[in-house]
């Protein structure tokens, strides 16, 4: 069944995160989509979904590829101010589909680095965050996010790396209603975001997988020999390490990829 677009208006409570709304049965990307979007108009906040994208597209220049009409592909525009910090905005986003999920199901999801969303080991969602500058000034940030909610076969190649809430719960989601949740959620943590909480570092850094472990880092796709605590993200959203002399080392955002045992 198509995304329900006069149920999801109707339930929609937040006062400015998707109030501007546009959807697609079928679009190219809801991210490249956002980017062409009228440069003059100010958008923070809009909200694109698609049913179908035909060029969905993931981090590190890979492909998403889902099952039309069964999971939630959209992208949200925000216009901030601040430019910085960047990596926590997208964080934040991911610990509110996670704490959607963890109503939903039950069940403990966690953060993967830079921005993915597991249960059980396997990747539930993914967010691909990217920006539109004006020149040196940031103009808008495009925060596309793909989550697997009623998909039930994953094919070949993701049978035993992806899962959906389906798979998970066994129930079939309302996914304006899943969105709905989400939404109000970023509502609230982007306000953190903005203000620059402490606590909201906090939960990410104890959603994210391998916090507080000793783990492998893959930088520039290679693995170092030594194992490093994870101690998170800071302030400025980089990447926390303690390394085997106890010397804190910071690494910007995607440069690194963590390997924990979960
Ligand atoms: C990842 O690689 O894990 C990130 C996937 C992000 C996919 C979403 S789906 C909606 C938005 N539009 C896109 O083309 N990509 C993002």
Same mark, same amino acid.
């Given at each position: 069944m198509l995304f329900d677009t006069d149920t999801f208006e109707k339930m929609l /409570?937040? &006062?400015?995160?998707? +109030?501007s709304f546009f959807? *697609?049965?079928?679009?190219?990307?809801? &991210?490249s989509h956002a980017k062409k979007m009228n440069r003059d108009q100010r958008l923070h906040g809009a909200l694109i979904v698609a049913d179908d994208q035909l060029?969905?597209?993931?981090?590190?220049? +890979? &492909?998403? $590829?889902?099952? %039309?009409?069964?999971?939630?592909?959209f992208s949200l525009i925000f216009e901030p101010h601040d430019e910085g910090r960047i990596p926590i905005l997208s964080l934040a986003c991911a610990l509110a589909a996670?704490?959607?999920?963890? #109503? @939903? @199901?039950?069940?403990? *999801?966690?953060?993967?680095? %830079?921005?993915?969303?597991?249960?059980?080991?396997k990747k539930v969602g993914g967010i691909l965050t990217e920006t539109l500058f004006n020149g040196n000034e940031l103009h808008r940030i495009i925060l596309g996010m793909g989550l697997n909610i009623n998909q039930?076969? *994953?094919?070949?190649? =993701?049978?035993? =790396? /992806?899962?959906?809430?389906? $798979?998970?719960?066994?129930e079939k989601l309302? +996914?304006?209603?899943?969105?709905? &949740?989400?939404?109000?959620r970023i509502e609230y943590l982007y306000r953190l975001w903005v203000n620059q909480n402490v606590a909201l570092i906090q939960s990410i850094n104890?959603?994210?997988?391998?916090?507080?472990?000793?783990?492998?880092?893959?930088?520039?796709? #290679?693995?170092? %020999? #030594? $194992?490093? $605590?994870? =101690?998170g993200i800071n302030e400025n959203g980089a990447l926390l390490v303690l390394n085997k002399d106890l010397e804190v080392d910071t690494f910007s955002y995607e440069q690194v990829r963590i390997h924990s045992d979960h």
């Amino acid at each position: 069944m198509l995304f329900d677009t006069d149920t999801f208006e109707k339930m929609l /409570a937040t &006062s400015w995160l998707g +109030r501007s709304f546009f959807y *697609f049965e079928e679009l190219d990307s809801t &991210s490249s989509h956002a980017k062409k979007m009228n440069r003059d108009q100010r958008l923070h906040g809009a909200l694109i979904v698609a049913d179908d994208q035909l060029k969905g597209r993931g981090q590190y220049d +890979r &492909s998403w $590829k889902t099952e %039309p009409a069964c999971n939630l592909t959209f992208s949200l525009i925000f216009e901030p101010h601040d430019e910085g910090r960047i990596p926590i905005l997208s964080l934040a986003c991911a610990l509110a589909a996670t704490e959607v999920f963890e #109503e @939903a @199901a039950g069940k403990k *999801f966690q953060l993967k680095w %830079p921005n993915d969303i597991y249960c059980d080991e396997k990747k539930v969602g993914g967010i691909l965050t990217e920006t539109l500058f004006n020149g040196n000034e940031l103009h808008r940030i495009i925060l596309g996010m793909g989550l697997n909610i009623n998909q039930q076969n *994953f094919g070949d190649e =993701l049978q035993g =790396l /992806a899962t959906s809430l389906i $798979k998970i719960t066994g129930e079939k989601l309302s +996914r304006e209603s899943v969105l709905r &949740s989400i939404l109000m959620r970023i509502e609230y943590l982007y306000r953190l975001w903005v203000n620059q909480n402490v606590a909201l570092i906090q939960s990410i850094n104890k959603k994210l997988i391998g916090y507080g472990k000793w783990v492998d880092l893959e930088v520039n796709k #290679e693995v170092l %020999p #030594e $194992k490093y $605590k994870f =101690l998170g993200i800071n302030e400025n959203g980089a990447l926390l390490v303690l390394n085997k002399d106890l010397e804190v080392d910071t690494f910007s955002y995607e440069q690194v990829r963590i390997h924990s045992d979960h």
